[in-house]
Nanobody
Framework: QVQLVESGGGLVQAGGSLRLSCAFSGSIFGIHTMGWYRQAPGKQREWVAGIIGGESTNYADSVKGRFTISRDNAKNTVYLQMNSLKPDDTAVYYC?????????WGQGTQVTVSS
C-alpha cells in the first residue's frame, strides 16, 4: 500500500524558514513528478515545486529563489526547504506524486506564516 506522509509544518514568523518532509512507502512505479502543492483557505490547490523525471526541478514563480525541493533516495523522502516565508505562503502543503496510471497524495501539513 502506497503512503505519503508529510511533516514539518507549523507556525513561523514572516522571514523565517521551515523544512517540510514527505516520507513515502510502498511500490510506486513510473513516477513522473514528485511535487509539493498547497491550498490556502478559499483557494484552489496550486503547484509549488517539483522534481521532474527524477532529475530536474521546477518552481512556481511565487516561490522561486525562496523554496528548494530535494530528495533523499536512501530515506524515501522528498523535502521542501522554505526560506524567507511570507504570510501569503500560509496554506496546507501537500506532497503529490504523478505516475502514468494515477496520482498519489499525502494528507497535508499546515504552514502558517504570521506577519
Amino acid at each position: 500500500q502506497v503512503q505519503l506522509v508529510e511533516s514539518g509544518g507549523g507556525l513561523v514568523q514572516a522571514g523565517g524558514s521551515l523544512r517540510l518532509s514527505c516520507a513515502f512507502s510502498g511500490s510506486i512505479f513510473g513516477i513522473h513528478t514528485m511535487g509539493w502543492y498547497r491550498q490556502a483557505p478559499g483557494k484552489q490547490r496550486e503547484w509549488v515545486a517539483g522534481i521532474i523525471g527524477g532529475e530536474s526541478t521546477n518552481y512556481a514563480d511565487s516561490v522561486k529563489g525562496r523554496f528548494t525541493i530535494s530528495r533523499d533516495n536512501a530515506k524515501n523522502t522528498v523535502y521542501l526547504q522554505m526560506n524567507s516565508l511570507k504570510p501569503d505562503d500560509t496554506a496546507v502543503y501537500y506532497c503529490g506524486f504523478t505516475t502514468a496510471l494515477r496520482d498519489y497524495w499525502g494528507q497535508g501539513t499546515q504552514v502558517t506564516v504570521s506577519s
